[in-house]
């Protein structure tokens, strides 16, 4: 099978395989279509894990962090897409894992966001932003500033999540998932539009970590239903649904069996 192939289904959406696992390099990399969960909640369930099980079958047998997800090594959002890591043996998956904790699995993103420096005010919950620059004069002096905090669960169903800082009230300090930081790093900002174009990368994920991140800076991503407080109140209008302009462009990591980094990038 070529990179070039595509799997779809009308209930899962696609995936298309960037690179097969082999006994020297075990493990796969595949690019997501949005809509599609990156793992599924039961076997069987429609998901990129369960697509990529019934062409490579050993991913399934790995013993990942639960028994659901096999070998998969990390998560992207429902809505987003592009590119996953998958394990097709307990070696490299525990190598990968090793690798994470030193910083050395790097993930990068790409969006598409508006510029709404009271995003953060309008959507509620989230510290004071340190940020106080105007945007969009200073977009390029975004490159190289990196956002960290701790995070907490957030809303109705805990399906948002908010940062976390030191300085925070004690509400929000109680409600946080631990205490350890996760840094989004901003390595390319230019202005697009009436928005702004922006690469990221990270080293530790948190679930919604760069979408937040960026909705607390004033850049939500555009079409981002629970972080871009503009276009979900649209929708609470009954504005049309719109793709989420946020794509996981880019893979780096270390070989388990030599000095080799391999790395995997979406034009």
Known sequence: MSGEDFLSNPKSGAIKIIHEPSAAEPFVVLEKAPGLPSAPLVPGDESALTECGRL???????????????????????????????AQSQEFYEHI????????????????????????????????????????????????LSLESCFRPFGKGKKEVRPVLQSSNAAALKKMSGDKVYSTKIV????????????????????????????????PVKGDALYNADFRLARERGAAEMEMSFKAV???????????VFRFSLD
């Open 97 to 144: 894992l090793a690798a994470q904790t030193k910083g050395l699995f790097i993930k990068g993103y790409r969006a598409e966001s508006d510029i709404d420096q009271k995003n953060a005010e309008k959507l509620g919950g989230f510290p004071k932003s340190a940020f106080t620059f105007p945007l969009p004069q200073k977009l390029s002096a975004l490159r190289g």
């Open 188 to 219: 390319a900002a230019k202005q697009s539009g009436g928005g702004a174009l922006l690469e990221c990368k990270i080293t530790q994920g948190y679930r919604h970590q760069v979408r937040a991140h960026l909705a607390w800076l004033g850049l």
């Open 56 to 86: 490579f079958p050993k991913v399934l047998s790995v013993r990942g962090k639960k028994s659901v997800e096999g070998g998969l090594v990390h998560r992207i959002d429902t809505g987003t897409s592009g590119l996953l890591l998958i």
């Open 250 to 260: 880019s893979l780096e990591f270390p070989d388990c069996f030599s000095d080799k």
